[in-house]
């Protein structure tokens, strides 16, 4: 629910399209929508600029179907983490718009792409092939909320000379995504040649020491590179809003 459906609803009753109870009833659910084991936030959108997105993990296939059928009646954009391709199955039977993307788990509903500046670049970066999953959770949300994403993977510390084959990018990027498990090394790397914002996601990939990502988180908030902010372990979509947030900054 944006802007534009609320002025165009108050346009309504002004005109005499709508009645007082009628005007008053779509107005209900601003706050919220009560589903009883959910509560929408329809007035996300106003407050922040998205929709309220949909973490999947942890509810029914019936759940997620229901309240991305309601979020699809109010908002062109919607965008569901963590879903299963049987969630998606079930959405796209009601929604037919619906776009899953396998590899980074996401559904997506896009009626109508948000306005892009071309010169602010979001560079999502991967240490290795592993970690793509959680960085494109992370380049799929910057897109979804109006930022142009450039995508380099596979360039870890291992074999530092395909990461300074990067610069050109690294430069020109307004904000930038580090994913790396392991060592979670790449985000110091990065961090040193940046002179831009650069959030680091820790994943849980690696052996028994890197403890299901915790050897990278720790790695990521004791970097002795400046300007690094780091989100916890494995959450390509928190950083993808948070770098969409600092792209969009004036």
Not at 63 to 85: C, E, F, G, K, P
Not at 171 to 197: C, D, H, T, Y
Request: glycine share 8%.
């Amino acid at each position: 629910m944006d802007i534009d459906y609320v002025s165009n609803l108050l346009k309504e009753f002004k005109k005499g399209g709508l009645s007082l109870d009628e005007a008053i009833e779509k107005l209900k659910i601003l706050p919220y929508e009560d589903l009883e084991f959910a509560k929408l936030d329809h007035h996300r959108l106003l407050r922040q600029g998205f929709a309220e997105v949909v973490f999947c993990q942890g509810k029914t296939v019936e759940q997620v179907l229901a309240i991305m059928d309601r979020l699809a009646v109010y908002n062109r954009s919607i965008l569901a983490t963590r879903a299963t391709r049987e969630m998606y199955d079930a959405v796209k039977s009601v929604l037919p718009d619906a776009q899953y993307h396998e590899l980074a788990r996401l559904i997506t509903i896009e009626r109508q792409k948000p306005p892009v500046d071309q010169e602010r670049v979001i560079l999502v970066m991967s240490a290795g092939t592993s970690d793509i999953p959680v960085a494109e959770e992370a380049a799929i949300t910057a897109e979804m909320m109006g930022n142009k994403v450039k995508r380099v993977y596979d360039v870890g510390v291992a074999g530092i000379h395909r990461l300074l084959d990067q610069r050109r990018f690294i430069e020109e990027a307004n904000v930038l995504i580090v994913v790396a498990g392991m060592e979670g090394a790449l985000a110091s790397v990065v961090g040193g040649m940046a002179s831009k914002p650069v959030i680091a996601v820790p994943t849980s990939i690696g052996y028994g020491a890197n403890f299901g990502g915790l050897s990278a988180l720790l790695s990521m908030l004791n970097s002795c590179a400046a300007g690094i902010g780091v989100v916890n372990i494995d959450n390509g979509f928190g950083a993808g809003r948070l770098a969409s947030i600092i792209n969009h900054m004036r």
